[in-house]
C-alpha cells in the first residue's frame, strides 16, 4: 500500500468523527433553543409563586380567574369565522390563479401576497384610519363597532389570506389532465367534476391551510391590541399578564394553553398527511387550461376586488404615515417619520431590526444548510438524522408568544450558564431562528433529497473529502433553495411581534414592537410609520434576494435549463 493511500485511510475515520460530531453539536444546540425554554415555561407553568412548590394549584388557580374562561371562547370563536372566511377566497383566488387563463397572473399572485411583508399589527393601524372613529369610511361601522370582534377579524383575514393562498396555490398546481377528461366522456358535468377529481386531489391542502389560519389565529395578539376593543382573546391575556402585571406565572399558565391548539393542529395536519395520497403519477399528462371568455373575465374580477381590498388597507397605513394630522391637516408631511421625538425607542429599533434579521438570516441559514446537509448526505451523520428532523418540526407546533415567554423563563435563570445572552441581540436571533426553523429546514431538506446519493458514492470512492464535494457540489446546485431560506429568515425576523416582544430590552428594541409601544402611546401615525419602513425593508430585501437568484442562474445554475 502507499504512503498516500495509508495517509487516506488514516484520515477518514478522523473526517468521519468530525461529521458526526458536528451533526451532534447541531442538534444540541437546537435542543437548546427549543428544549430548554419549553420545558422551562411548563415548569413555570406549575410552580406556586407563593410557595413555590409544584403542584396544580397555580394552575388551577389561572385557569378560574375571571375572564380566563371568555378569553379562550373568545379565541376560538375569533378562530373559527376568521378560518370560515379566509378558506372560501383562498381557494377560489388560488383556482383562479392556476385554473383560468385570466391575464394579469403575475401581478395578481404578487398583490395577493403583499401582507406577508407587514407586521400583524398594520392591519388593526389601517382599519382605525378607514373604519375609526375618525375613518373616512366610519358610516360603514356605525357607533364605533369595528373595535371589536369583527374589526379583529377583517385584521386576520388580511394578515392569514396569503399564507392560505401560498398552501392552496400548491395543491392546485398539481393536476392530471386523464383524469378531466375521463369524467368528461363519462358525462360528468363542472360541478361532478370538482367533486370527484378537484376535491379530494387539494383535501390535504385545504386542510393544511385551515390549520395554518386557525392556529395564527390563536396565537396572534397584535389586531386584537390594536383594534380589539373589549373583545379579549388568551394571547393578548398572556401579554397584559406578562407586560402589563408582571405576573409571569398566569402568563406561564397561558402559553401551555396556547400550546394546545397549537398541537392539536400539528397532529391532525401529520395524520391527515399520513392518509394523503399521490394523485399525480409517472404518466400523467400536465392540465392544460382552455380559454373561456366569461369564466376567466368573472376571474379576473374576483382577484381584482380581493387583491384591491387587501392593497387599500395596505395602502391606508402607508398614507396615515405621510398625513400631517388626521382627519383635519391632510398635507403631505414626513414628521411622522422622526421616531426620536415619541416614545418607541427611536431610529436606534429600527437599525436593531435591521441588525437582527441580518444576523438571523446569516446564522439561521447556516445552521438549518449546514444540519439537513450533514444527516441527509453525509453516512457518518445519520444516526442523528430522527433527533434533528423530530427537533426541526418542534417550532411547527410552538406558538411564537410561548417560545419567547420560555426564553425568559430559560435564559434568565441565574443558574443557567448561559444567563449572560440574555437581554442582548444574539437571544433575539436565537429566537428568531428557533422561531422560523421549520419551514427552513423542510425547505433545506426538500433541495438536498432532489440531489442523487451517487454524488457521494463517487467523490468516496475517488476519497474527496465530503467537505469539498458539499463546497463543489452540493452548495452551487442547492444555492436558489439557501437564498429562499435566508429571505425567509430576514423577512420573517422584520415583522415579527409575538416571539420577541418578551426578550427585548431598551437596548435593544425592535422596529415591530415600536410600533406596538407607539400605538399604545397614542402615537398612532409614527407607529403606521414605522410598520411602513418595515414594508418597506422587506419588500426592498426581497428585491434584492431576487436580483441575486437572477444573477446566479446565469452564472451557475445554467445546467438547470
Given at each position: 500500500?502507499?504512503?498516500?493511500?495509508?495517509?487516506?485511510?488514516?484520515?477518514?475515520?478522523?473526517?468521519?468523527?468530525?461529521?458526526?460530531?458536528?451533526?451532534?453539536?447541531?442538534?444540541?444546540?437546537?435542543?437548546?433553543?427549543?428544549?430548554?425554554?419549553?420545558?422551562?415555561?411548563?415548569?413555570?407553568?406549575?410552580?406556586?409563586?407563593?410557595?413555590?412548590?409544584?403542584?396544580?394549584?397555580?394552575?388551577?388557580?389561572?385557569?378560574?380567574?375571571?375572564?380566563?374562561?371568555?378569553?379562550?371562547?373568545?379565541?376560538?370563536?375569533?378562530?373559527?369565522?376568521?378560518?370560515?372566511?379566509?378558506?372560501?377566497?383562498?381557494?377560489?383566488?388560488?383556482?383562479?390563479?392556476?385554473?383560468?387563463?385570466?391575464?394579469?397572473?403575475?401581478?395578481?399572485r404578487m398583490l395577493a401576497l403583499l401582507p406577508l411583508l407587514a407586521p400583524s399589527?398594520?392591519?388593526?393601524?389601517?382599519?382605525?384610519?378607514?373604519?375609526?372613529?375618525?375613518?373616512?369610511?366610519?358610516?360603514?361601522?356605525?357607533?364605533?363597532?369595528?373595535?371589536?370582534?369583527?374589526?379583529?377579524?377583517?385584521?386576520?383575514?388580511?394578515?392569514?389570506?396569503?399564507?392560505?393562498?401560498?398552501?392552496?396555490?400548491?395543491?392546485?398546481?398539481?393536476?392530471?389532465?386523464?383524469?378531466?377528461?375521463?369524467?368528461?366522456?363519462?358525462?360528468?358535468?363542472?360541478?361532478?367534476?370538482?367533486?370527484?377529481?378537484?376535491?379530494?386531489?387539494?383535501?390535504?391542502?385545504?386542510?393544511?391551510?385551515?390549520?395554518v389560519v386557525f392556529t395564527l389565529v390563536v396565537i396572534d395578539f397584535g389586531a386584537?391590541?390594536?383594534?380589539?376593543?373589549?373583545?379579549?382573546?388568551?394571547?393578548?391575556?398572556?401579554?397584559?399578564?406578562?407586560?402589563?402585571?408582571?405576573?409571569?406565572?398566569?402568563?406561564?399558565?397561558?402559553?401551555?394553553?396556547?400550546?394546545?391548539?397549537?398541537?392539536?393542529?400539528?397532529?391532525?395536519?401529520?395524520?391527515?398527511?399520513?392518509?394523503?395520497?399521490?394523485?399525480?403519477?409517472?404518466?400523467?399528462?400536465?392540465?392544460?387550461?382552455?380559454?373561456?371568455?366569461?369564466?376567466?373575465?368573472?376571474?379576473?374580477?374576483?382577484?381584482?376586488?380581493?387583491?384591491?381590498?387587501?392593497?387599500?388597507?395596505?395602502?391606508?397605513?402607508?398614507?396615515?404615515?405621510?398625513?400631517?394630522?388626521?382627519?383635519?391637516?391632510?398635507?403631505?408631511?414626513?414628521?411622522?417619520?422622526?421616531?426620536?421625538?415619541?416614545?418607541?425607542?427611536?431610529?436606534?429599533?429600527?437599525?436593531?431590526?435591521?441588525?437582527?434579521?441580518?444576523?438571523?438570516?446569516?446564522?439561521?441559514?447556516?445552521?438549518?444548510?449546514?444540519?439537513?446537509?450533514?444527516?441527509?448526505?453525509?453516512?457518518?451523520?445519520?444516526?442523528?438524522?430522527?433527533?434533528?428532523?423530530?427537533?426541526?418540526?418542534?417550532?411547527?407546533?410552538?406558538?411564537?408568544?410561548?417560545?419567547?415567554?420560555?426564553?425568559?423563563?430559560?435564559?434568565?435563570?441565574?443558574?443557567?450558564?448561559?444567563?449572560?445572552?440574555?437581554?442582548?441581540?444574539?437571544?433575539?436571533?436565537?429566537?428568531?431562528?428557533?422561531?422560523?426553523?421549520?419551514?427552513?429546514?423542510?425547505?433545506?431538506?426538500?433541495?438536498?433529497?432532489?440531489?442523487?446519493?451517487?454524488?457521494?458514492?463517487?467523490?468516496?470512492?475517488?476519497?474527496?473529502?465530503?467537505?469539498?464535494?458539499?463546497?463543489?457540489?452540493?452548495?452551487?446546485?442547492?444555492?436558489?433553495?439557501?437564498?429562499?431560506?435566508?429571505?425567509?429568515?430576514?423577512?420573517?425576523?422584520?415583522?415579527?411581534?409575538?416571539?420577541?416582544?418578551?426578550?427585548?430590552?431598551?437596548?435593544?428594541?425592535?422596529?415591530?414592537?415600536?410600533?406596538?409601544?407607539?400605538?399604545?402611546?397614542?402615537?398612532?401615525?409614527?407607529?403606521?410609520?414605522?410598520?411602513?419602513?418595515?414594508?418597506?425593508?422587506?419588500?426592498?430585501?426581497?428585491?434584492?434576494?431576487?436580483?441575486?437568484?437572477?444573477?446566479?442562474?446565469?452564472?451557475?445554475?445554467?445546467?438547470?435549463?
Open positions: 500500500m502507499s504512503a498516500a493511500m495509508m495517509q487516506a485511510a488514516q484520515q477518514r475515520p478522523r473526517s468521519e468523527i468530525f461529521a458526526w460530531g458536528l451533526a451532534g453539536l447541531c442538534v444540541l444546540v437546537l435542543a437548546m433553543m427549543l428544549i430548554g425554554p419549553l420545558v422551562a415555561i411548563l415548569s413555570q407553568a406549575f410552580i406556586d409563586p407563593a410557595s413555590g412548590q409544584w403542584g396544580w394549584q397555580s394552575m388551577a388557580a389561572s385557569l378560574a380567574a375571571p375572564g380566563m374562561l371568555q378569553s379562550t371562547l373568545n379565541s376560538v370563536q375569533l378562530a373559527l369565522v376568521t378560518t370560515l372566511i379566509v378558506l372560501p377566497l383562498a381557494y377560489l383566488y388560488a383556482a383562479a390563479l392556476c385554473r383560468t387563463a385570466m391575464p394579469g397572473k403575475g401581478l395578481m399589527l398594520l392591519p388593526g393601524i389601517a382599519l382605525v384610519y378607514l373604519f375609526g372613529n375618525q375613518g373616512i369610511l366610519k358610516s360603514w361601522f356605525p357607533d364605533g363597532s369595528i373595535y371589536g370582534f369583527w374589526g379583529i377579524v377583517i385584521a386576520q383575514v388580511f394578515y392569514t389570506f396569503p399564507h392560505a393562498l401560498m398552501i392552496l396555490l400548491t395543491a392546485l398546481r398539481v393536476a392530471d389532465a386523464r383524469l378531466y377528461e375521463a369524467a368528461t366522456v363519462l358525462g360528468a358535468g363542472k360541478i361532478r367534476q370538482w367533486l370527484t377529481v378537484t376535491l379530494p386531489s387539494v383535501r390535504y391542502g385545504l386542510l393544511s391551510a385551515a390549520v386584537a391590541k390594536v383594534i380589539g376593543g373589549q373583545f379579549n382573546v388568551l394571547a393578548l391575556e398572556a401579554y397584559k399578564q406578562v407586560i402589563g402585571q408582571q405576573n409571569f406565572s398566569r402568563g406561564a399558565v397561558i402559553g401551555v394553553l396556547l400550546l394546545i391548539p397549537a398541537l392539536l393542529s400539528f397532529v391532525l395536519d401529520h395524520l391527515a398527511q399520513r392518509k394523503q395520497q399521490a394523485m399525480l403519477g409517472a404518466r400523467a399528462q400536465p392540465l392544460v387550461v382552455q380559454r373561456q371568455p366569461l369564466r376567466d373575465g368573472l376571474a379576473l374580477l374576483f382577484c381584482t376586488l380581493v387583491s384591491g381590498a387587501l392593497l387599500s388597507i395596505l395602502a391606508m397605513a402607508v398614507a396615515a404615515a405621510f398625513i400631517k394630522l388626521w382627519p383635519y391637516q391632510m398635507q403631505f408631511s414626513l414628521n411622522h417619520f422622526n421616531f426620536d421625538d415619541v416614545d418607541g425607542g427611536g431610529w436606534g429599533a429600527f437599525y436593531n431590526s435591521l441588525l437582527m434579521s441580518l444576523g438571523t438570516a446569516v446564522f439561521g441559514t447556516l445552521l438549518v444548510f449546514v444540519g439537513a446537509w450533514l444527516t441527509e448526505k453525509v453516512a457518518a451523520a445519520q444516526p442523528w438524522r430522527q433527533a434533528l428532523h423530530l427537533l426541526a418540526m418542534l417550532p411547527m407546533a410552538v406558538p411564537g408568544l410561548v417560545l419567547g415567554l420560555g426564553y425568559v423563563f430559560f435564559f434568565n435563570h441565574p443558574s443557567n450558564p448561559l444567563h449572560g445572552v440574555y437581554g442582548t441581540q444574539a437571544i433575539l436571533v436565537l429566537c428568531s431562528i428557533a422561531h422560523f426553523y421549520t419551514t427552513a429546514h423542510l425547505t433545506a431538506v426538500t433541495a438536498l433529497k432532489q440531489l442523487d446519493r451517487e454524488f457521494e458514492a463517487v467523490a468516496a470512492s475517488l476519497k474527496v473529502p465530503f467537505w469539498l464535494t458539499a463546497w463543489r457540489v452540493t452548495l452551487p446546485v442547492c444555492l436558489p433553495a439557501v437564498l429562499d431560506i435566508a429571505r425567509y429568515f430576514f423577512v420573517g425576523t422584520m415583522t415579527t411581534v409575538s416571539a420577541v416582544v418578551f426578550i427585548y430590552t431598551p437596548d435593544t428594541m425592535l422596529a415591530s414592537v415600536s410600533v406596538l409601544n407607539m400605538d399604545d402611546a397614542g402615537d398612532t401615525a409614527a407607529a403606521a410609520a414605522m410598520a411602513s419602513l418595515i414594508v418597506a425593508s422587506s419588500a426592498l430585501a426581497c428585491a434584492i434576494f431576487a436580483v441575486l437568484s437572477w444573477l446566479l442562474q446565469r452564472k451557475s445554475q445554467r445546467w438547470r435549463d
